[in-house]
């Protein structure tokens, strides 16, 4: 009998067992340095993204309000308002309206409603259209709801907005600001009209950049991820997507984190996939980023 047999058996399978231990063991450091590298890409890219944007609509928020303080200045009539408004059309060709919207009655030569708009015509120009009547009561509107309500500058909810007046249709967000008379009372809503396709348009720019940017994509592991970014409402739709596809996350708790205006990262179903969402909250809105990475 060779006595050899056995501790050269034992040596192999402990060889043997010692490789696979090794195999197992790169293989689990390389799953978590490929995630560790994947989470710093997407977390790098969300927060350009939103920074971006983030300006992108602080540029509109400036030009706003330089108009709004332009019709606190000039309401002592109804034509000096609307003056007010014009004067400032030209400061950003990207808003597609500005209006003053009135308590009922501040102008008891005006009726109940009063509610000049200078927006975007057919042509280049801006042209005027008085919007208020009782087909259109804007009191009813969410925008001037919670701008009663509200003290400071805000953005609304999204809305859908159609009438048979020279206003284009559409889907629209309003950022808008309340104007106190010298008694400190509310005399006005005034608010910027952006619309849905412009916000579009500036994510898909924003996500042509960031997905071509050299240092945010510089990555050692590689990486051949499905991903999208997203605008999301804080109830989990999509508000603006670069192919307009419609996104809906019904999670509780991931909804929960975007009303809250928290920011992280999570696991579950988008439309049906399973994926990794990465996400930010905008600031000073309701909206949130979001980088969608199918698992």
């Known amino acids: 009998m060779d006595t050899n047999t056995n501790p050269r058996k034992w040596l192999r399978l402990l060889v043997i067992g010692s490789l696979v231990v090794a195999v197992v063991l790169l293989a689990v450091a390389l799953h978590y340095a490929v995630q560790a ?20 609509v602080r540029g509109v928020e400036m030009n ?10 000039h309401m002592e009539s109804p034509q000096a308002v609307i003056e007010a408004l014009a004067s400032k059309t030209s400061l950003n060709p990207d808003v597609i309206g500005y209006f003053a919207a009135f308590v009922p009655n501040y102008f ?15 042509s280049t120009e801006f042209v005027l259209t008085l919007v208020g ?10 925008w001037y709801v919670q701008g009663v309500k509200e003290k400071e500058s805000f953005w609304s909810e999204p809305y859908y907005y159609q009438d048979d007046l020279n206003v284009t ?17 509310l005399a006005c809503v005034c608010g910027a009209d952006m619309t849905q396709e ?28 499905n991903f999208f970014i997203v605008i999301l409402n804080d109830d989990g739709t999509s508000f603006a997507h670069r192919d307009g596809d419609i996104v809906t996350i019904n999670d509780e708790a991931f909804i929960a984190n975007l009303k809250n205006q928290h920011r992280g990262v999570t696991e579950l179903e988008v439309n049906g996939v399973p994926s990794r969402v990465y996400y930010t909250p905008l600031k000073r809105t309701h909206w949130s980023v979001a980088i969608v990475v199918e698992k």
């Open 64 to 73: 706003a309000e330089n108009v709004f303080d332009e019709v606190a200045k």
């Open 108 to 122: 008891p030569q005006e009726g109940r409603w009063f509610q000049p708009y200078v927006h975007q015509g057919d």
């Open 169 to 185: 249709s559409g889907y629209y967000m309003t950022f808008a600001t309340p104007i106190f008379d010298t008694q400190g009372r």
């Open 198 to 225: 412009w916000m579009t348009d500036q994510l898909r720019q924003i996500e042509d950049e960031v997905r071509n940017d050299e240092l945010l994509n510089n990555y050692r592991m590689p990486v051949n991820d």
């Open 133 to 142: 009547s009782a087909r259109h009561d804007y009191t009813t509107s969410t």
């Open 37 to 56: 590298e994947r989470n710093a890409r997407y977390v790098g890219m969300m927060n350009a993204v939103a920074e971006k944007l983030s300006k992108t």
